[in-house]
């Protein structure tokens, strides 16, 4: 079994005119939500093996905002990432080896919301599920219990451990 965690970027200030979105910086709330969620992180003892994340500058600022874990995990960050579709995702966590016992993503909507609804099935009427079903707003993190091999990752591979959302730890 594995641990997959998917983390979306928290909130970015708007792009001024002329900048990319690949470059919007994080802002102050921002910083504070994703701060937030890394604590609650490592409360939970939520601790991965490897975090993938985007090169955008908004993801590159939660995961240094985060900052997660007394020892580093390795981290990789993947241009096909950046506003990547959920299948774009799940094919990346696909080819992860089997030794990768936990793994966070840190990415973008709607491609998150979407895998993380996948994986969940929504269908259910559990609270979580519910609010999942809601939305996934910047800083939400949601956390899976894989119960095959990452080669096989899909709907029905994994189980709903954790949904947290930054009004939860009234961060908002």
Same mark, same amino acid.
């Given at each position: ?39 609650a992180m490592r409360r939970a003892g939520l601790a991965p093996d490897v975090v993938l994340v985007s090169p955008a500058l908004r993801t590159q600022q939660t995961l240094e905002a985060a900052g997660l874990w007394d020892e580093r995990p390795n981290i ?22 089997? $030794?990768?016992?936990?793994? =966070? %993503? ?5 491609? #998150?919301?979407?895998? +993380?609804? *996948? @994986? ?19 800083? $939400?993190?949601?956390?899976? =219990? %894989? ?5 096989? #990752?899909?709907?029905? +591979?994994? *189980? @709903? ?12």
């Amino acid at each position: 079994m594995h641990q997959l965690i998917l983390l979306r970027h928290a909130k970015a200030s708007p792009a001024p005119t002329g900048m990319a979105d690949h470059d919007r910086p994080l802002s102050e709330a921002g910083r504070r939500a994703a701060a937030g969620i890394g604590q609650a992180m490592r409360r939970a003892g939520l601790a991965p093996d490897v975090v993938l994340v985007s090169p955008a500058l908004r993801t590159q600022q939660t995961l240094e905002a985060a900052g997660l874990w007394d020892e580093r995990p390795n981290i990789d960050t993947l241009p096909t990432l950046y506003m990547a579709t959920a299948n774009q995702i799940r094919d990346i966590l696909r080819g992860l080896p089997e $030794t990768v016992r936990s793994a =966070l %993503v840190i990415g973008h909507n709607p491609g #998150l919301h979407e895998l +993380a609804g *996948a @994986l969940a099935g929504v269908t259910s009427s559990r609270p979580e599920l519910i609010r999942l079903q809601g939305g996934y707003p910047t800083a $939400t993190l949601t956390e899976f =219990l %894989v119960t095959t091999t990452w080669r096989k #990752l899909g709907p029905g +591979a994994a *189980a @709903l451990q954790r949904l947290l959302q930054p009004g939860d730890l009234n961060l908002v």
